[in-house]
């Protein structure tokens, strides 16, 4: 539900006008209507602290493009008629990269045990199997208390399994 602003925190429409208040979720959208572009920022008196953009329209169908960085644009028609106050939410989808990343397996045998590193990120302990990797070149790191730190580089490929089997 969008929260009711009191009255008196809408300025006033002028004659022949709509007023058009737009919600963004999450905040700080951009909203375009026809030549009007507003960035939604928050408004003195709503008590919700929402973001909203607000325009003064002629009465009529409007579209309306939201955009923010990061999410797919969204688009809502709304009618307005000549005095109108009216408000809309526009909730955004996070962009996706259309495909998943390739990824590959890795499975790892370490005497004695280790941690196993990538980079700051700790994959897990050795021994282990079959741990997604996306594909590419990547530099494991393998840490045992009573042992030297040691640093390998391993490819991953698409759909294949990697296995390391060594001793510390």
Do not use: C
Request: aromatic content about 4%; charged content about 20%; proline content about 10%.
């Amino acid at each position: 539900p969008v929260p009711t602003i009191p009255i008196d925190a809408t300025p006033p429409v002028d004659e022949g006008m709509a007023y058009l208040i737009v919600r963004t979720i999450p905040d700080g959208g951009t909203i375009k209507v026809g030549d009007q572009s507003r960035h939604a920022t928050r408004q003195p008196g709503d008590p919700t602290g929402a973001t909203t953009a607000q325009l003064v329209l002629p009465p009529g169908k409007h579209v309306v493009t939201a955009e923010l960085a990061g999410f797919q644009s969204e688009q809502r028609t709304v009618v307005l008629a000549a005095g109108d106050n009216q408000r809309i939410e526009i909730t955004f989808t996070k962009k996706t990269t259309g495909r998943p990343t390739p990824m590959g397996k890795l499975t790892v045998r370490t005497t004695p045990w280790s941690d196993v590193y990538l980079g700051t990120r700790k994959l897990g302990q050795a021994p282990f199997a079959d741990l997604e990797l996306p594909v590419g070149t990547h530099t494991l790191t393998f840490k045992n208390p009573s042992r030297p730190t040691v640093t390998k580089t391993v490819t991953i490929k698409a759909g294949k399994s990697v296995k390391l089997n060594f001793n510390l």
